[in-house]
C-alpha cells in the first residue's frame, strides 16, 4: 500500500482530497494542517510521498519543500495548490518538486491527475533509488579494479573514480565524484574535450578526429588507443575501453571506461621488435651453419648456411626431428643441455650410416655444438642453438 501525507489547511478540501484517494483501499492518507505538523509527522514515520497546499498559517509548501531537500529528504514531493503564478511553479521545481498541479476545475478529474501523479513521482523515485543503488554496487566493485576506472551517469555526471585512477591523475575521488560538463576530461588532457566514455556510440571516423587510433568493437564496447603528455613533453600511451551501461529495461543508464598506460609495454614492443630485426638479419646472413630447436628438443628452422651445408630437399624429415629422440645425440649430452650446459659432439660417416632409413644428415663428418638460448631477464631457458660445421674446421 502506498503512503502519503497530505498537506492542507482547508479541513473541506483536506477530507475530500483524502476521500478520493483513499477510496480503493490502495493508497493510505494520512494529513496535516501546517508545516511544522507535517515536519513532526515526517520526523516520525516515512511516507512514499507528500503532497502539498502553498499557502499555509506557518509556513508554505516552498519551505516546507526546502527544509525537506535541505535535510537530504528525496520524498516524492508534489504542490497541490491554487497559486498559479509562474514563479512559484518555477520556484518549486528547481527546489526539487516531482509536480506541480493547479487547485480548480471539475474536482474528480484533478483529483485523477493528483493520484496519476503521485503514483508517477513514486515510481520514479523508486526507479532513481534503484539506479543509486546499482551505481553504489558498481562502485564498490570497480574500485578494486588494477585498471584505472570511472563511471558517469546518464546526465555526464560522475558516479565512480576508483583507486586506480586516482593514482594516475592525482586526483581523488573526493573531487572528481558529482563533477560534470566532460570536467573529467581535465584530468587527462587539461581541456574539456571528449574521452572514449563520450564516443561509445560514435562513429569510427569521428573517434579518430580526437585522437584515438587501433580502434576495435566488440558489440557495444569500444577499445582504442591514445597518446597524452603527462609532464612537459613527455608522451605517453594509454589504452583505453569504454561501453555503456543499461538499466533493467534496457535504456542507458551512465557509461564506464577503463585506462591503462601502455607506454612501457609499447617501449619493449618496439625494442623487441628492433631486436627482433637484428637477430633475423644475423640469423639468416650468418657465415655459420645454424638451427635452431625449442624448449621440448622439437626443430624450428635453420639459416641459408645450414640448408646449403645439409643439402636441400629434407624439410619433411628436419620438421619431425627432436634432439632428445634418436641417436644422434649422446645421452650424456641430452643429461647436460637439461641442466642448461652446452654441449659437443661429433657425428661420423658411419654414424650416419646407422641412422635408420633416410637420415637428416648427409654422408659428412661433423662437428655439433648445441647452446641453450637464455632469457635476458631471469635467465631461464626458451630453446636451443645448433651449429654445425665440418669436422676439424675453425670456428666451431
Same mark, same amino acid.
Given at each position: 500500500?502506498?503512503?502519503?501525507?497530505?498537506?492542507?489547511?482547508?479541513?473541506?478540501?483536506?477530507?475530500?482530497?483524502?476521500?478520493?484517494?483513499?477510496?480503493?483501499?490502495?493508497?493510505?492518507?494520512?494529513?496535516?494542517?501546517?508545516?511544522?505538523?507535517?515536519?513532526?509527522?515526517?520526523?516520525?514515520?516515512?511516507?512514499?510521498?507528500?503532497?502539498?497546499?502553498?499557502?499555509?498559517?506557518?509556513?508554505?509548501?516552498?519551505?516546507?519543500?526546502?527544509?525537506?531537500?535541505?535535510?537530504?529528504?528525496?520524498?516524492?514531493?508534489?504542490?497541490?495548490?491554487?497559486?498559479?503564478?509562474?514563479?512559484?511553479?518555477?520556484?518549486?521545481?528547481?527546489?526539487?518538486?516531482?509536480?506541480?498541479?493547479?487547485?480548480?476545475?471539475?474536482?474528480?478529474?484533478?483529483?485523477?491527475?493528483?493520484?496519476?501523479?503521485?503514483?508517477?513521482? /513514486?515510481?520514479?523515485?523508486?526507479?532513481?533509488?534503484?539506479?543509486?543503488?546499482?551505481?553504489?554496487?558498481?562502485?564498490?566493485?570497480?574500485?578494486?579494479?588494477?585498471?584505472?576506472?570511472?563511471?558517469?551517469?546518464?546526465?555526464?555526471?560522475?558516479?565512480?573514480?576508483?583507486?586506480?585512477?586516482?593514482?594516475?591523475?592525482?586526483?581523488?575521488?573526493?573531487?572528481?565524484?558529482?563533477?560534470?560538463?566532460?570536467?573529467?576530461?581535465?584530468?587527462?588532457?587539461?581541456?574539456?574535450?571528449?574521452? *572514449? /566514455?563520450?564516443?561509445?556510440?560514435?562513429?569510427?571516423?569521428?573517434?579518430? *578526429?580526437?585522437?584515438?587510433?587501433? /580502434?576495435?568493437?566488440?558489440?557495444?564496447?569500444?577499445?582504442?588507443?591514445?597518446?597524452?603528455?603527462?609532464?612537459?613533453?613527455e608522451v605517453h600511451v594509454l589504452w583505453t575501453t569504454a561501453s555503456p551501461l543499461f538499466d533493467e529495461h534496457g535504456a542507458?543508464?551512465?557509461?564506464?571506461?577503463?585506462?591503462?598506460? /601502455?607506454?612501457?609495454?609499447?617501449?619493449?614492443?618496439?625494442?623487441?621488435?628492433?631486436?627482433?630485426?637484428?637477430?633475423?638479419?644475423?640469423?639468416?646472413?650468418?657465415?655459420?651453419?645454424?638451427?635452431?630447436?625449442?624448449?621440448?628438443?622439437?626443430?624450428?628452422?635453420?639459416?641459408?648456411?645450414?640448408m646449403s651445408l645439409l643439402g636441400s630437399g629434407k624439410d619433411a624429415l628436419w620438421r619431425s626431428f627432436n634432439l632428445f629422440?634418436?641417436?644422434? *645425440?649422446?645421452?650424456?649430452?641430452?643429461?647436460?643441455?637439461?641442466?642448461?650446459?652446452?654441449?659437443?659432439?661429433?657425428?661420423?660417416?658411419?654414424?650416419?650410416?646407422?641412422?635408420?632409413?633416410?637420415?637428416?644428415?648427409?654422408?659428412?663428418?661433423?662437428?655439433?655444438?648445441?647452446?641453450?638460448?637464455?632469457?635476458?631477464?631471469?635467465?631461464?631457458?626458451?630453446?636451443?642453438?645448433?651449429?654445425?660445421?665440418?669436422?676439424?674446421?675453425?670456428?666451431?
Amino acid at each position: 500500500m502506498i503512503s502519503v501525507l497530505l498537506i492542507e489547511d482547508d479541513n473541506a478540501l483536506l477530507e475530500l482530497t483524502r476521500d478520493y484517494l483513499a477510496r480503493n483501499g490502495t493508497i493510505f492518507v494520512d494529513t496535516a494542517q501546517s508545516g511544522e505538523d507535517a515536519l513532526s509527522k515526517i520526523g516520525k514515520r516515512s511516507y512514499d510521498a507528500v503532497v502539498s497546499d502553498y499557502l499555509m498559517p506557518d509556513m508554505d509548501g516552498i519551505g516546507l519543500l526546502k527544509t525537506l531537500r535541505g535535510s537530504d529528504n528525496r520524498v516524492p514531493f508534489i504542490m497541490f495548490t491554487g497559486k498559479s503564478q509562474e514563479q512559484v511553479v518555477i520556484e518549486a521545481l528547481n527546489n526539487g518538486a516531482d509536480f506541480f498541479l493547479q487547485k480548480g476545475g471539475d474536482p474528480k478529474t484533478r483529483f485523477a491527475e493528483l493520484e496519476n501523479m503521485i503514483r508517477q513521482a /513514486i515510481s520514479r523515485r523508486k526507479a532513481e533509488e534503484g539506479l543509486r543503488q546499482s551505481i553504489r554496487r558498481l562502485y564498490d566493485i570497480i574500485n578494486f579494479f588494477p585498471d584505472a576506472t570511472f563511471a558517469v551517469d546518464r546526465d555526464g555526471r560522475v558516479v565512480a573514480w576508483n583507486r586506480a585512477m586516482e593514482a594516475m591523475t592525482g586526483i581523488s575521488a573526493q573531487e572528481m565524484l558529482g563533477r560534470e560538463d566532460g570536467e573529467y576530461s581535465l584530468a587527462f588532457y587539461g581541456q574539456k574535450r571528449p574521452l *572514449l /566514455i563520450d564516443l561509445v556510440f560514435a562513429p569510427r571516423e569521428e573517434i579518430m *578526429l580526437w585522437g584515438y587510433y587501433s /580502434i576495435k568493437k566488440r558489440g557495444v564496447t569500444i577499445e582504442a588507443e591514445a597518446d597524452f603528455i603527462k609532464q612537459e613533453s613527455e608522451v605517453h600511451v594509454l589504452w583505453t575501453t569504454a561501453s555503456p551501461l543499461f538499466d533493467e529495461h534496457g535504456a542507458v543508464a551512465g557509461a564506464i571506461e577503463s585506462v591503462r598506460d /601502455i607506454t612501457s609495454c609499447r617501449n619493449a614492443k618496439e625494442l623487441s621488435s628492433r631486436y627482433e630485426s637484428r637477430f633475423r638479419g644475423l640469423f639468416e646472413h650468418s657465415p655459420l651453419a645454424i638451427a635452431l630447436f625449442d624448449l621440448n628438443g622439437d626443430f624450428v628452422e635453420m639459416n641459408r648456411t645450414c640448408m646449403s651445408l645439409l643439402g636441400s630437399g629434407k624439410d619433411a624429415l628436419w620438421r619431425s626431428f627432436n634432439l632428445f629422440r634418436g641417436r644422434v *645425440l649422446p645421452v650424456s649430452a641430452r643429461d647436460a643441455l637439461e641442466r642448461g650446459e652446452s654441449v659437443r659432439f661429433f657425428v661420423s660417416r658411419d654414424q650416419s650410416g646407422e641412422e635408420t632409413g633416410k637420415t637428416v644428415f648427409p654422408s659428412l663428418n661433423l662437428d655439433i655444438m648445441v647452446i641453450p638460448l637464455r632469457n635476458k631477464q631471469n635467465h631461464s631457458m626458451n630453446g636451443f642453438i645448433m651449429q654445425f660445421g665440418k669436422s676439424g674446421a675453425s670456428g666451431v
